[in-house]
């Protein structure tokens, strides 16, 4: 014969107090946990929607990211040859040659300054970021020291239309707002492709190349053809996949944040065992009732630890509910792909949710088996002699 579970629900709230300051431990280090998944699945989230499953990068071979590769003018024409690269409506190849490099932005926050990345491209390359649309003002004119911002960079920076800034050999205007969605575009600078070559001093050796494919079966051939070919010297990957590798920014700090929330898990589950510990002590008078009243050691055991479980599943809700208002917080991460911020958000998922309270629900688990047994195993006599 079980107990009732209102049994454990009176004894709960008959110690409101107790109950109140063991939940709110629990509440920190689930909203810890729960914090650190919120920014990793943000920075996930950021990366997986940027990108399009039919394009394909271009980089130099051995290059790790754009800013340290190398595509020639004589390269690009070459691979513009190929088969399997999708045409516009002109029978233009949907094809962009682009140049990456980073500026410095200062903002309250980071007064030194924060790498950020500048992406000099044609109109086609625009066009080939279907998920980036102009929110503000109107796209850069070629030839001239006009740059299109990402939206992040006018929240965390303060960036404005018509504002200047200064890199390269002159100021740049800003003349457009950009809206990336999720996409790592929000935390990036556009400008023309030709005038910052030439501001660059790299009228010639530019970064990357991004190639529409015709379909998903020609994104295969033509990765296998370019990476056959010697003359290229380049590598060749989907689209998505170079920004998913920049995923491996969020592994620190979700190691340290892990880390942390185990540290403090230890303490809130000794909280959790000597709260229980006292009402065992408390209530013996009543675990010998319970045994007289023909409830098993079992019976017993199951009770107590279901109510230390529900103490810390009050404190993984209270967690999830300290945590919802990170929700859509824009910040930022260095790349160690990029060596420049991508900016993002946190995203707080049922699935980061769902996490928390399953790690509240182990704590409880931890902290309430010991006192469960010790309930369990009082003798009847000794616990009504107790009282």
Not at 151 to 172: A, C, E, I, P
Not at 308 to 337: K, Q, R, Y
């Amino acid at each position: 014969m079980q107990i009732p579970l209102s049994y454990n629900l009176r004894n709960l709230t008959a110690r409101k107090t107790t109950t109140a300051m063991t939940a709110l431990g629990i509440a920190l280090t689930v909203a810890v946990l729960l914090s650190v998944s919120a920014l990793v699945q943000g920075l996930r989230t950021s990366l997986a929607a940027s990108g399009n499953p039919l394009q394909v990068l271009v980089l130099r071979k051995g290059g790790t990211a754009e800013l340290n590769s190398v595509i020639t003018r004589t390269a690009y024409q070459d691979i513009l040859g190929r088969g399997g690269i999708a045409r516009d409506e002109a029978g233009q190849p949907k094809a962009s040659l682009e140049v990456v490099t980073v500026i410095v932005l200062e903002s309250a926050e980071n007064p030194g300054g924060i790498n950020i990345n500048l992406r000099g491209l044609t109109p086609m390359g625009f066009r080939l970021r279907d998920e980036v649309t102009l929110s503000a003002g109107r796209m850069f004119r070629p030839g001239y020291r006009e740059i299109v911002v990402g939206k992040s960079l006018v929240n965390r920076y303060g960036v404005h239309l018509g504002q200047k800034l200064r890199f390269g050999r002159g100021d740049w205007e800003v003349v457009g707002i950009m809206d990336g969605g999720r996409t790592s575009a929000n935390s990036e600078v556009f400008a023309d492709l030709n005038q910052l070559a030439a501001d660059q001093n790299r009228p010639t050796a530019l970064s990357s190349v991004l190639l529409r494919a015709e379909d998903e079966a020609s994104v295969n051939t033509l990765i296998n053809d370019l990476e056959t070919d010697r003359r290229l010297n380049v590598d060749a990957m989907p689209e998505r996949d170079y920004y998913a590798q920049q995923t491996s920014s969020a592994a620190p700090i979700q190691a340290l944040g892990t880390f942390v929330a185990l540290i403090m898990s230890v303490g809130s589950s000794f909280a959790a065992m000597n709260t229980m510990y006292a009402a065992v002590a408390r209530r013996s008078a009543e675990i010998g009732t319970l045994r007289v009243l023909g409830f098993s050691r079992r019976s017993i055991l199951v009770a107590f630890l279901i109510e230390s479980v529900l103490l810390s599943l009050i404190g993984g809700l209270l967690g999830c509910l300290l945590v919802l208002p990170l929700n859509g917080i824009e910040t930022g991460v260095g790349s160690f792909v990029t060596f420049s911020e991508l900016t993002f958000s946190f995203h707080i998922t049922p699935q980061v949710m769902f996490t928390g309270v399953l790690f509240a629900v182990f704590m409880g688990v931890l902290g309430g088996i010991l006192p469960a047994a010790s309930a369990a195993r009082k003798q009847i006599l000794t616990a009504l002699r107790s009282a």
